[in-house]
């Protein structure tokens, strides 16, 4: 598919963009670093210095150079000597001593310098092996070059403890590419839909970033949420530099790895962006936490890592921005993942999810019991189909949640059972007809991630997830005021991971789904976490059962949705629903950017996060213009207020009737917006003043939208406050 077809019409509405000039570097050049070729593939070639373990990767047709470190061959007073001792390394490690006691160490201070490295040639590439003498550890880095990218490993059998010391943390090339005081640029992180720092924007002061690849490990709850963050979504990072453009990705280990920022003046000096990968788990237990004598400790896992850790960094084309970085991401998704592009729609879709039933505390009789309350049931979800169509929307993707025996804090769907306060399973047979003759695709939700209630064959002994000491992980809900746990409403557990395919199989093997478009496994796509029962499942053997029950829910059949989908996820699924529309915030970032759409349009179908549970309905739907996204809401037919104090108080405000002319119209001016754009991809996006940006789709039409409280005019185009502007195809010469 060509992207960027529609690049003739940009130039009316964007400025001319000036880079700064290439960083170029001939052959003579890096020889002259101390730097001799190791090969050369295309026009791409690979050097190295055997003494120091710097490398460098040149484009030898464009002259266009990144290396490992930095030159400091031009004396940088801003910076003494034991700074440039310290950017010097190519591998960072942190380990815990004997005392229990947290080390970290340079490779080019506590090895190289200590005459701990070792350097060979191999096939494909290099190989350097750094010994940490005083700290008894090794560990082996690996270069191997292809026409279009440089991979660099840690093989797991070349990581080796000698001493008592645990590895816990490798950090791999903290410098490759970094920028100095003096470059300009920016770094991409994949942060929620993404987000950009500008290179030395002074914000030195606010804190390093270094989050883990599809988020937190949820299977230890924290005694506070102090904060709730977004995830890194994807396994990439991007490098602008001077017109310049780098992007790395993690191809295996993702699942425990780190991603890793800083702004000038911060820890590392320079601007920089980089993986880390964790060797083997550690967290806190409290010791005798009955009694008056609780402590808390650190415990650290005896297992280390199943899988090779690898990595691959790409030249990106000009101007190296995150649009730059999207192409070449998806390209790699295209090439290595049989990523393919989506049939085109003809209509907008209007992703909806209906709430079922929920079991919370309430009275019999004034006996105080757990009792079953109905939100939508199956006659009710038939009505609220009917009326969305007669309100004038079409193209409905439904995802039910809570249909099941017990709704969504019932016992894992496994049994073949249905909900009798719902309408029992006639009538739940009657809402599948009714959706399969009216056109729409129905996705019921199947739960494989809260194990709420023992039964079915599974219970919180047999099949729930660790912690590291042994014990089931309780989850909790917080209060949104304090961050505290809410101890009034019973914890839940995890299903462990190798238990994925098993309820689904039961599931397949149980339920009649003749009738149902597909399958709905919202939490599973955005969901990753350990297991430290006997048999411990680190977080990369945790993401090959999720990826192995995806792939065997897609196998049946059917359809596939997911919920605000990690990258592995949706490469799977055809839909995915609550696609992030923000950042995290990062007091180090400086705006977000919707690199998460800009990979995923035109070969998958999302929308926004649901629009009536925003808070702001009216900045929901500007996202979901400016991000080429569908419209999402999340609805209950009835008790919406009877969800306070549960796991479902999120649902406030959900009466689908209180928000069906606000869909109808958002759906009716996106219909606009689609229609001009073809249903093409997104495939440009630039920022044109604060708060102010354009969206570029493959067939040439363009949206300005603006979030700003003041109208905006560029050559006479207009976009008012708090709304948008359609530039329809050709409509501008």
Not at 224 to 234: A, G, H, S, Y
């Amino acid at each position: 598919m060509k992207r960027y077809s529609a690049f003739a019409s940009i130039f009316v509405l964007l400025a001319v963009l000036i880079f700064t000039p290439y960083s170029r570097v001939s052959a003579a050049e890096a020889t002259a670093d101390g730097m001799t070729s190791v090969l050369t593939k295309g026009d791409l070639s690979f050097y190295a210095n055997a003494e120091n373990g710097e490398v460098a990767l040149i484009n030898t047709k464009s002259g266009i150079s990144w290396k490992s470190n930095p030159d400091f061959s031009d004396a940088d007073e801003r910076l003494g000597n034991g700074q440039k001792r310290l950017m010097g390394a190519q591998l960072e490690i942190l380990y815990y001593d004997t005392k229990n006691s947290p080390q970290e160490r340079n490779s080019a201070v506590a090895s190289v310098a200590k005459g701990g490295l070792s350097f060979s040639k191999t096939e494909k590439g290099c190989r350097f092996v750094y010994n940490f003498p005083e700290d008894d550890i090794k560990v082996t880095l690996e270069y191997e070059l292809s026409n279009s990218y440089l991979s660099v490993k840690v093989p797991k059998n070349g990581i080796s403890e000698s001493g008592e010391n645990r590895l816990l943390e490798i950090s791999v090339l903290p410098y490759f590419g970094c920028g100095s005081f003096d470059d300009n640029g920016t770094i991409l992180l994949p942060d929620g839909c993404g987000t950009v720092i500008e290179m030395n924007n002074g914000k030195s002061s606010g804190s390093a970033i270094h989050e883990r690849i599809y988020g937190d490990d949820v299977v230890a709850s924290p005694d506070r949420l102090v904060t709730e963050r977004k995830n890194m979504q994807f396994p990439v990072f991007g490098i602008g530099k001077n017109g310049n453009g780098l992007l790395a990705l993690v191809e295996s280990g993702d699942g425990s790895s780190y991603i890793n920022a800083y702004t000038a003046g911060m820890k590392k000096n320079y601007n920089c962006a980089y993986f880390s990968f964790e060797y083997r788990s550690t967290g806190t237990v409290v010791l005798d936490g009955s009694s008056k004598n609780a402590k808390t400790v650190r415990k650290i896992s005896e297992q280390a890592i199943s899988t090779d850790f690898c990595m691959r960094y790409y030249m990106t084309a000009a101007p190296g921005d995150y649009n730059s970085a999207a192409e070449t991401y998806r390209a790699y998704l295209e090439k290595e993942q049989n990523f393919r592009a989506n049939e085109k729609q003809e209509e907008l879709p209007f992703y909806f999810t209906a709430y079922g039933a929920l079991r919370r505390k309430g009275t019999v009789c004034f006996i105080p019991m757990t009792v079953t309350v109905p939100l939508t049931t199956y006659s009710q979800a038939r009505k609220m189909i009917a009326d969305i169509e007669n309100a004038g929307i079409s193209n409905l993707i439904f995802s039910y949640v809570g249909w099941e025996k017990g709704g969504v804090s019932g016992k894992m769907p496994t049994a073949g059972k249905y909900e009798g306060k719902l309408g029992g399973k006639k009538e739940f047979i009657r809402l599948a007809e009714y959706a399969n003759n009216n056109g729409v695709t129905f996705l019921p939700d199947v739960n494989t991630v809260r194990l709420m209630q023992n039964g079915n064959g599974f219970t919180k002994n047999n099949a729930s997830a660790a912690t590291l000491d042994g014990t089931p992980g309780l989850q909790y809900s917080y209060s949104l005021s304090s961050g505290l746990k809410n101890v009034n409403l019973t914890p839940y557990c995890l299903l462990a991971p190798k238990k994925y395919g098993a309820v689904l199989k039961k599931y397949f093997k149980k339920y009649n789904t003749s009738a149902f478009s597909g399958i709905s496994l919202r939490e599973l796509g955005s969901t990753l976490y350990s297991d430290h029962h006997k048999g411990s499942t680190d977080r990369d053997q945790a993401l090959n059962y999720a990826e192995k029950a995806l792939k065997y829910a897609a196998e049946q059949g059917k359809e596939l949705l997911t919920a605000g989908a990690f990258g592995y996820a949706a490469a799977a699924s055809d839909y995915i629903i609550s696609a992030p529309t923000s950042d995290s915030g990062y007091d180090i970032t400086d705006r977000s950017v919707p690199f998460y759409q800009l990979v995923l349009s035109g070969y998958r179908s999302y929308s926004t996060e649901p629009v009536n549970l925003s808070g702001d309905s009216e900045k929901a739907f500007l996202k979901a213009a400016e991000t080429g996204s569908a419209l999402n809401f999340s609805f209950t037919a009835q008790n919406g207020e009877k969800t306070e104090g549960t796991y479902l108080s999120k649902l406030y405000n959900s009466d689908y009737k209180d928000w069906l002319s606000t869909a109808s119209e958002q759906y009716k001016r996106l219909s606009e917006i689609f229609a001009a754009t073809g249903g093409t991809a997104l495939v440009y996006h630039k920022q044109l003043a604060e708060g102010v940006y354009c969206s570029v789709f493959e067939n040439g039409a363009q949206v300005i939208t603006n979030y700003t409280n003041s109208d905006y005019d560029m050559q006479g185009i207009k976009a008012s406050a708090m709304n948008y502007k359609l530039i329809r195809q050709g409509e501008y010469k």
